[in-house]
């Protein structure tokens, strides 16, 4: 089945603690990208890659790291997540070398305490 | 202001109704123009799809773009109960911006 899967699916964490969200697509996509959503702001985009070891940023980057070692893995890396990072993570991908027809993954919510 | 005004809603319909979702725009770039459909506890997936101005229809949707008037719009015909659900609508020129989501309720 085609799809893109994130993990974990539920994090609650406390300021400071280092964590990574995995993503990972079996669709041979080049294009991947991270969202966050939060209530009233719809989704934003924090980093995409449009190719292996090709990432750029997005629209609010700050406090988010990413890599692309792989075709299929785009993990998040919050270094020192803060509670204004609380929010719901969506990784997507697409065919095209751009965000047009994207699939997302599940989400993955996230909370800072 | 935001580039992409989406009312929240909630909007609530009967079955059999049709449902008219809307999405205004003050950036004259965007040229492509996507509606998700996105339900609870999931990520968004992608509807419809167009390009340029004028109708689009794919079954019991139709998504119109007004470029004139910055103006797109998503028509469900014979609204469905599994049709409940938060409908984004997403614009791309340079960049790609994502309206806020408009929540759907079809009652039975």
């Known amino acids: 089945e085609a799809q893109v899967t994130q993990n974990p699916r539920y994090l609650i964490t406390v300021t400071g603690k280092k964590l990574t969200v995995t993503c990972s697509q079996n669709m041979n996509h080049e294009y991947m990208s991270w969202y966050r959503q939060d209530p009233g702001l719809g989704l934003r985009q924090i980093y995409y890659?449009?190719?292996?070891?090709?990432?750029d940023k997005g629209d609010v980057p700050e406090g988010y790291k990413v890599s692309r070692k792989e075709k299929r893995n785009f993990p998040l890396i919050l270094e020192s997540p803060s509670p204004n990072q609380t929010s719901l993570y969506f990784c997507a991908s697409s065919l095209t070398r751009g965000p047009y027809e994207q699939y997302f993954g599940p989400g993955t919510r996230l909370t800072v305490t | 202001q935001k580039e992409v005004e989406q009312d929240p809603g909630p909007l609530s319909v009967p079955e059999g109704a049709i449902v008219s979702l809307n999405c205004t725009y003050s950036n004259s770039a965007f040229q492509y123009f996507m509606w998700y459909r996105q339900y609870s506890r999931k990520g968004p997936e992608l509807l419809m799809y167009t390009y340029s101005s004028g109708n689009k229809e794919d079954g019991r949707f139709t998504a119109q773009v007004d470029k004139s008037s910055k103006y797109i719009s998503l028509f469900i015909r014979d609204s469905q109960p599994s049709d409940s659900a938060t409908y984004l609508c997403?614009?791309?020129?340079?960049?790609?911006?994502f309206g806020a989501g408009t929540r759907l309720t079809v009652k039975p």
């Open positions: 890659s449009m190719n292996v070891e090709v990432t």
């Open positions: 997403a614009m791309i020129s340079n960049d790609m911006r």
